[in-house]
């Protein structure tokens, strides 16, 4: 299956890092943020990967270049400097994406999910009435109120005030069809569209409980690194000969 890797963001909350680097490119853990997403892309299995950029984007290309030093294949999807947010960067991109089913994470989180667990998701979306997947998490202390509701049956809606709401978390499966009257061209968020799809039972989603960040300010970047460092240096020490 292919991946996309949104990385056209202009990271205003993470400036001044920003200013002269694309946020993907910041570094946690001894390697840029993109780089954790197609190593674990790649250690599941799936190495057609485009990716999208607009601020600073040839800055993306130096760097990961076409993919081989981290065994995948790496497809460019350029936008203009201002971008095209998410849903009108995803429709710029579908003639990179083919006609299946394909997963989208979103440049500036950070992980722990298994992609592994997207091609099941892509066989259901073939086989059944919902064009788009979700992963949810438990909402972060700076997004208490939650993006949207998941049901019992697995569908997600708009929240409300008395329904329990979760965060989305920036990755998700879609079948092309979902941004079949999306303008390439124009500019176009995503919620909007997912709100209209929900209202239909064309959005399923699934509860994420393991660890998740959104990687929108220098503090959490920081707070992040030095999760990593710590994880990495324990990790060192566990396999140390006795």
């Given amino acids: 299956m292919q991946a996309m890797i949104l990385a056209a963001g202009r990271g205003e909350r993470m400036r001044p890092l920003t200013d002269t680097l694309p946020k993907p490119l910041l570094c946690v853990g001894g390697k840029p ?7 674990r892309l790649a250690s599941a299995g799936i ?6 950029h607009a601020w600073l984007g040839h800055k993306i290309e130096e760097t990961l270049g076409n993919g081989h030093q981290f065994g995948v294949t790496i497809k460019y999807s350029a936008e203009s400097p201002k971008g095209l947010e998410t849903a009108g960067g995803i429709a710029n991109a579908l ?42 998490v438990d909402n972060p202390p700076h997004h208490p109120e939650g993006d949207f509701h998941l049901d019992r049956q697995g569908f997600l809606h708009n929240k409300t005030a008395e329904t329990i709401n979760h ?28 709100r209209l799809a929900m209202q239909s ?42």
């Fill in 33 to 39: 943020l993109i780089v954790w997403h197609i190593e």
């Fill in 47 to 52: 190495s057609n990967i485009v990716i999208n």
């Fill in 95 to 136: 003639p990179l994406l083919g006609e299946q089913p394909f997963l989208v994470i979103n440049g500036d989180i950070w992980c722990d999910w298994n992609p592994t667990q997207a091609v099941t998701i892509t066989d259901h979306l073939q086989h059944a009435s919902t064009q788009a997947w979700l992963l949810m």
């Fill in 167 to 194: 965060t989305f978390a920036g990755i998700g499966v879609y079948h092309p069809s979902f941004f079949r009257g999306v303008n390439p061209k124009q500019s176009q968020p995503l919620a909007p569209l997912l």
């Fill in 201 to 242: 039972r064309l959005v399923a989603g699934s509860l994420h409980t393991g660890q998740w960040i959104d990687v929108g300010t220098p503090e959490r970047l920081t707070l992040l690194d030095q999760q990593l460092q710590y994880d990495s240096n324990a990790l060192a020490s566990s396999v140390q000969p006795r």
